[in-house]
């Protein structure tokens, strides 16, 4: 996901420098490596990936195909994140269109994450904005084609009962009213990791 391969010729020039300092040559970067994050940033990332893990439609590192060969039978605007396999994006969103399963990058900048000109500082709050704001009006990409965004695609079809639970606490309470609700600490802990409406 971040990160990029060294190249052999990268190698071969470290050895070379080590051995004869008269010849040293120049080392390029791999092409495929993200950008370094300033701390800020870093904790931001962190923060979202941990999000998404505990989301369950954060499906890691899932090819194009296989993303869209998941979303094939789903529900229009059905949807999942995984990891862009473009070394510059660190996450990919794959969801169901009219015309069949689409991909989008989700770009990290100015610390926030973008699609297309909706923005948050956190991924999964981007797509609960998304999945609000597209209930009305699609949005659509420079293609042309019209994104909604309606329900995401977990990796467990069938949810458990605590997950069912959370979901029903943050559909009434909302994640501002959280802290206010008499719950046991454990149980205010596991809303907390994950309080979104989505």
């Known amino acids: 996901m971040v990160g990029g391969r060294v190249q ?51 499906w890691g590192p899932l090819s194009v195909g296989e993303a869209h060969a998941k979303l094939e039978m789903e529900t229009l605007g059905s949807f999942l994140v995984r990891d862009s396999s473009q070394g510059n994006h660190l996450f990919s969103l794959s969801v169901k269109v009219a015309a069949g399963p689409v991909s989008v990058r989700i770009r990290f900048q100015e610390g926030y994450f973008w699609l297309m000109n909706h923005f948050s500082d956190c991924v999964v709050k981007l797509l609960e904005l998304l999945v609000e704001r ?46 206010q609700l008499p719950l046991q600490p454990v149980l205010r802990k596991y809303v ?6 989505i």
């Open 134 to 179: 597209t209930q009305d009006q699609p949005i659509c990409c420079e293609n042309g084609v019209s994104l909604i965004f309606s329900k995401p695609l977990r990796r467990s079809r069938i949810p458990g009962l605590q997950e069912l639970c959370r979901r029903s606490i943050i559909a009434v309470h909302g994640r501002e009213r959280i802290p």
């Open 8 to 58: 052999p010729h990268a190698l071969a020039c470290a050895h070379n420098s080590f051995s004869s300092p008269e010849h040293r040559c120049p080392v390029s970067a791999p092409s495929t490596h993200y950008r370094i994050f300033r701390n800020c940033e870093r904790e931001m990332v962190e923060r979202s990936i941990s999000i998404l893990q505990a989301s369950g439609f954060y």
């Open 192 to 197: 907390e990791e994950f309080p979104f409406k």
